[in-house]
């Protein structure tokens, strides 16, 4: 057949040509097809349904040149008298050796609530200041969702809580007497020698349940219902959001555990934390000065209001919480660290 037509080929010479261009068309035209075919297909299906070898192709999507440790930026909305300055006094101390920075959000007259202005301007500039990367953001507002923004990378959200009552005593010994962090800082209440046992007694507003509702809202955020003492709803979103919005929620009780998970999950930030916790003075330094531990009465009467019990509450639920993350470090032999490893690739 080939033999024949190559014999054949002097006499056909004129219409070869033309057979020739007739191929080359159709070849170009079929090749055309079949590639904007394969394009139209991909650009069809899902970005998970594209196979290892077409995203290798296409080269890594851009989201994979995320640097997560230079980028990494952690905000700690720090709930007032709950051992936050020990904290973040560490941060301070090691900010210099470990390369990030720790910046103090401060905002007008301590208001734990921003603006809607300030909201927007707050989280742009967290978000864009790369400068301050890898950061720690500490302050006292109560949790702002970042994904009403147009956020594409939220920030790590960390926080501690405190049994409530010892959280209003330590504030309400606090406002009278200071601390001796800052011991020469005039306080609010300074003069003022009223017990918090008397205080409690005489119904006086300092140490009113209401003034409990903070950590609450903290963890609830910026909506109305979040401050309205004794809302149910605001404590169930405050749970929620202690859930599915925080990494982690420490309890003061223990500092040194919450400073242990912090270092071995994001040490990009914290290493060396733990060592500088049990080894310098200064991290344990802030003590409210001449508190006095409320009486059994004095318990009792706070335990049976609504707002101790909806704030304990929530702190039970973090220190549930917080000792289930513990215990899954080590589990299930309490020995050895938990591991984790891919296997059974395939292909190979
Ligand atoms: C916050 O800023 C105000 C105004 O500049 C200043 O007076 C205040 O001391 C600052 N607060 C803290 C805690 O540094
Ligand atoms: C963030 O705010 C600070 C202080 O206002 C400013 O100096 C800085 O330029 C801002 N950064 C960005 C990226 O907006
Ligand atoms: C901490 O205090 C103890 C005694 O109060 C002292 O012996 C020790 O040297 C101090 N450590 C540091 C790191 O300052």
Not at 54 to 75: F, H, K, N, R
Not at 85 to 113: E, G, P, Q, R, W
Not at 263 to 279: D, V
Request: positive net charge; hydrophobic residues 40%; glycine residues 4%.
């Amino acid at each position: 057949m080939l033999k024949q037509l190559v014999r054949m080929l002097p006499l056909l010479r004129p219409s070869l040509s033309w057979l020739f261009v007739l191929i080359s068309m159709c070849l170009l035209t079929c090749g055309y097809w079949l590639w904007s075919g394969i394009r139209l297909e991909n650009a069809l299906k899902p970005l998970s349904k594209l196979t290892v070898e077409q995203v290798q192709v296409s080269g890594p999507a851009p989201t994979d040149v995320y640097d997560y440790e230079e980028q990494l930026v952690v905000l700690y909305n720090r709930v007032p008298k709950t051992g936050s300055t020990s904290f973040v006094n560490i941060a301070y101390d090691l900010c210099k050796l470990n390369k990030y920075h720790v910046l103090h959000i401060n905002v007008t007259a301590n208001m734990h609530v921003l603006s809607l202005p300030n909201q927007i301007s707050f989280v742009r500039n967290v978000t864009k200041w790369h400068e301050m990367k890898p950061a720690l953001y500490h302050g006292h507002m109560a949790f702002l969702d970042f994904s009403k923004f147009q956020i594409a990378h939220k920030p790590i959200y960390i926080n501690l809580v405190r049994k409530p009552l010892d959280r209003l005593v330590s504030y309400y010994y606090f406002l009278r007497f200071g601390d001796n962090y800052r011991p020469n800082l005039v306080r609010k209440k300074a003069g003022n020698k009223i017990t918090f046992d008397e205080c409690v007694v005489q119904k006086q507003a300092d140490c009113d349940p209401k003034n409990m509702w903070l950590q609450i809202p903290f963890f609830c955020g910026h909506a109305a219902e979040c401050w309205e003492p004794g809302s149910v709803w605001a404590l169930d979103q405050a749970k929620r959001n202690l859930v599915n919005e925080y990494f982690l929620v420490g309890v003061t009780e223990q500092m040194y555990d919450f400073v242990d998970l912090l270092e071995r999950s994001l040490p990009r930030i914290f290493h060396g934390f733990r060592e500088h916790y049990q080894n310098s003075n200064k991290s344990h330094l802030r003590v409210t000065s001449s508190k006095l531990p409320p009486s059994e009465a004095t318990i009792k009467a706070i335990q049976k209001t609504k707002i101790w019990q909806m704030e304990n509450d929530l702190y039970e639920f973090a220190l549930a919480q917080f000792e289930f993350t513990k215990r899954k470090l080590m589990q299930p032999d309490n020995k050895h660290l938990q591991k984790f490893m891919y296997e059974k690739i395939r292909p190979k």
